[in-house]
């Protein structure tokens, strides 16, 4: 439980000469997730924080409203070498799960999009606003992000291959840091430790992904509540129109002292602007 890397034999080559060594692989492993008992996913992740995954899940997905509508979580086998099947018991009075929703997900999980393809789907089931939150970050601060994100990453300093998300407060201090194959799983898992904390809503707080931002990671920030989100690659448009309409930050390239800010640049505080030659 909890085994998040791999040992598996390899030939290095180097100018030619091979020799046989070792390496240190993410493990990856699916995980289904149930709700009452009804499956309603199947995602390939890297073991450890199944808890916090599947909690983010439910609520960024919109399965729950809030962290209190879960009961309890348990893994479902006997076995403990084989931690792939967790149920998410619902509080006393909260709906159970669609079933015909819970086909969408477990046929689309893969994506880490899950069947959402509506804006106005996720801005109207979203229990929060960001568009009114106070946050003001600025670019010094947002420039300081990847590095310390980079620092927290101990898996992908032995394996090199996988996706983190950061959860940073006003001040650029890390608040929560996760790794997994999955940049979708990052968020959850990030969003899930949230919820368990009872943290939620993240008012005033920014979100890092270690990759590309899409439409599916700014929607599961916005069902946190986080009015920030940066990446250190591209968003893409459908992320780009979402976080607009929402009033959400959103920051694409962050890299070193560069970046572009595709929506709520309002909250980027201390820019000189200079008009385009």
């Known amino acids: 439980m909890g085994r998040n890397t791999v040992k598996r034999p390899v030939l290095r080559v180097d100018a030619g000469v091979g020799r046989e060594s070792f390496d240190a692989l993410v493990a990856e492993e699916p995980l289904e997730l149930r ?3 009804v499956p309603v996913s199947v995602t390939m992740r890297t073991p450890g924080n199944d808890f916090e995954l599947a909690a983010g899940f439910v609520l960024t997905e919109g399965l729950v409203a809030r962290p209190a509508d879960v009961r309890a979580m348990r893994y479902c086998t006997p ?3 084989q931690y792939n099947v967790l149920d998410v018991e619902l509080a006393s009075g909260v709906a159970p799960v669609d079933s015909s929703a819970a086909r969408n997900f477990f046929t689309s999980s893969s994506c880490g999009l899950c069947g959402k393809a509506s804006i106005d789907a996720v801005r109207t089931r979203s229990p929060y606003s960001v568009a009114d939150d ?3 970050l600025s670019p010094t601060i947002l420039a300081a992000l990847p590095a310390r994100l980079r620092e927290a ?3 992908f300093d032995a394996t090199g291959g996988l996706h983190a998300a950061g959860l940073f ?3 650029g201090a890390l608040v929560c840091m996760r790794e997994d194959v999955g940049r979708h799983n990052a968020f959850d898992k990030v969003i899930g430790w949230a919820a368990l904390e009872g943290r939620l809503p993240l ?3 920014v979100i890092l992904a270690s990759g590309r931002a899409g439409f599916e990671l700014v929607q599961k920030a916005l069902m946190a509540g986080i ?3 940066a990446a250190v690659s591209a968003p893409s448009s459908l992320a780009v129109e979402l976080a607009d309409e ?3 930050t959103l920051v694409g390239f962050l890299r070193g002292d560069r970046m572009n800010v595709y929506a709520g640049d309002r909250r980027v505080t201390r820019l000189e602007l200079r008009t385009a030659d």
Do not use: E, K, Y
Request: charged share 15%; proline share 12%; net charge neutral.
């Open 134 to 136: 106070p946050l003001r």
């Open 153 to 155: 990453q101990r898996v």
């Open 79 to 81: 076995d403990p070498q």
């Open 246 to 248: 929402a009033g959400m």
């Open 35 to 37: 709700v009452g008992g």
């Open 203 to 205: 008012t005033s707080h």
């Open 169 to 171: 407060d006003a001040q």
């Open 227 to 229: 009015p920030a989100l």
